[in-house]
């Protein structure tokens, strides 16, 4: 029996002796001698993808980063974007972090940025309309700010400025080699850009948006370097903690299951990136107006706005006939749908619709218009942009008689008919549209369609019965039959003092 045990171990040994050479020449096979994935990497595909993925990676690598000490609510799902609630007059850190790499913007070493702190409505109709919301807090909270920096508690940030004129933007010059925190106060609450006051849950969200600049040639900071922003929403006094209580309360209570959709709450709020803001930072830096968003100076010069009485083209401006029409077309850009605007009476909106084009204001709803502009300049500017006009009230039909026509009497077929002249030409006639049933009205709009100085008609008469001529008076114009035709003569006047036009 011993000496079976003993074999045993004998095969056992040879085995694991057997099994570690072969393990020894699979290793010797495909060491490093044989190859090195050094080497591998080393051949030309893999160096091009390398290179590739290290240019993405820089591509998405932002100079900076801004983190707002508040913490995120957890009510929030996987793939929207975070929500942060912050309390009205309570003052927030925003640390601003230099996230360069080694070698990155070497311009800016050693030397100060600019960036601008802004608290905008993230509700883009809101956006629309974001100088009358603002003009009307103002109104309502007269000598406060929307945003404030609280200077004794901030670090770093060197010739802070706010101006009268921007409520909710501070700015100011950091060093981006040095610490620097900006602590914020957001003075207005979301419930008051709300119709209807239904507590802070309800309010309108807003962000905290940072937009970085750095120096230009002519050293004013205009150039633009990294913005990155945050959703907000603002209660009152201690109500954010209180909301974010009750969301912590409400996903407690949920399963794992359903939680697993939510993200969870973090300490600290980072600000994501996103465009810069479409104001120019020269817009209030040096405290001087800001011109207007579309038009350079050279635009000015040469572009004029027509009156809005004259329909010639002579008083419209080169390059702007498009927005001076009386419909814009889809094709606008966006200077002729400024001038479209302008000509039609809604200058106080050229700020806001500063970026769209013709198509971008034809798809905009009746709803929509109503929200951005109020329901009366709303209502106006979508009929405006459908070309509703006024519907005449009367409707005529004339044609001018020619010199060489003879019209026979007992014969007036032609004027009821539209027939043919007496050279046999056929009488073209012209539709003549009244808003007003009057005589004066009738007399404008023969001398502009026409072409008939309209200074120089004394009277217009109807021929009636047997020849004789009768004034045309209000009371005769209102019982005209709607659609009626006339021929028309010109004679002159007594003393060729101006001229008669004769309707038969």
Request: charged share 20%.
């Amino acid at each position: 029996m011993a000496w079976v045990l003993k074999m045993d171990e004998v095969i056992e040994s040879g085995l694991v002796h057997d099994f570690d050479s072969s393990l020894s020449g699979i290793g010797q096979e495909l060491g490093a001698g044989a190859y090195s994935m050094s080497d591998v990497l080393a051949l030309p595909i893999f160096k091009q993808e390398d290179s590739s993925l290290s240019l993405d990676g820089e591509a998405k690598h932002p100079p900076f980063q801004y983190v707002m000490c508040a913490a995120t609510s957890p009510a929030v799902k996987l793939h929207d974007e975070t929500l942060t609630y912050l309390n009205q007059g309570q003052s927030y850190e925003i640390r601003m972090l230099d996230n360069r790499k080694m070698g990155d913007m070497p311009e800016i070493s050693g030397k100060l940025v600019k960036s601008i702190i802004r608290v905008v409505f993230h509700d883009r109709r809101l956006q629309y309309t974001e100088h009358q919301q603002l003009e009307g807090w103002k109104w309502n909270r007269p000598g406060d700010r929307l945003l404030d920096l609280d200077i004794p508690m901030s670090v770093g940030i060197i010739d802070t400025r706010t101006n009268p004129s921007q409520l909710n933007a501070v700015e100011f010059l950091w060093d981006p080699a040095k610490r620097t925190s900006a602590f914020i106060q957001v003075h207005c609450i979301s419930t008051e850009f709300t119709p209807r006051k239904h507590g802070g849950e309800k309010g309108v969200p807003f962000r905290i948006q940072v937009d970085t600049f750095k120096q230009n040639e002519n050293g004013e900071y205009t150039d633009h370097l990294h913005s990155a922003s945050c959703q907000i929403k603002v209660f009152k006094p201690k109500g954010a903690d209180r909301k974010q209580k009750t969301d912590r309360e409400k996903m407690e209570k949920r399963t794992p299951h359903e939680k697993e959709k939510y993200q969870p709450s973090y300490d600290t709020t980072i600000l994501t990136e996103c465009s810069p803001w479409p104001d120019t930072p020269t817009a209030y830096v040096n405290n001087s107006p800001a011109p207007a968003p579309t038009f350079t100076s050279s635009q000015q010069s040469t572009c004029s706005v027509p009156d809005s009485n004259s329909s010639s083209p002579n008083h419209q401006g080169d390059g702007v006939a498009q927005a001076s029409g009386e419909q814009i077309q889809p094709s606008a850009t966006t200077q002729e749908t400024q001038q479209w605007l302008l000509k039609n009476r809604f200058s106080s909106y050229t700020r806001l619709f500063s970026n769209f084009s013709g198509a971008d204001l034809l798809k905009l709803t009746k709803e929509d218009l109503v929200q951005i502009c109020g329901a009366a300049d709303g209502i106006r500017l979508y009929n405006s942009l459908k070309s509703r006009s006024v519907r005449p009230r009367l409707t005529i039909y004339v044609c001018q008689e020619q010199p060489s026509s003879t019209v026979l009497q007992g014969q007036p077929q032609a004027a009821g008919s539209g027939g043919e002249n007496g050279s046999g030409t056929p009488c073209v006639y012209h539709a003549i549209y009244l808003e007003e049933m009057v005589a004066s009205e009738v007399a404008r709009k023969l001398a502009s369609v026409f072409n008939i100085p309209f200074h120089q008609i004394n009277q217009v008469y109807r021929q009636g019965p047997t020849g004789i001529h009768i004034l045309v008076s209000d009371q005769m114009v209102q019982n005209f039959q709607d659609e009626s035709c006339f021929l028309f003569s010109t004679v002159k006047a007594e003393n060729n003092d101006g001229i008669h036009i004769i309707l038969k």
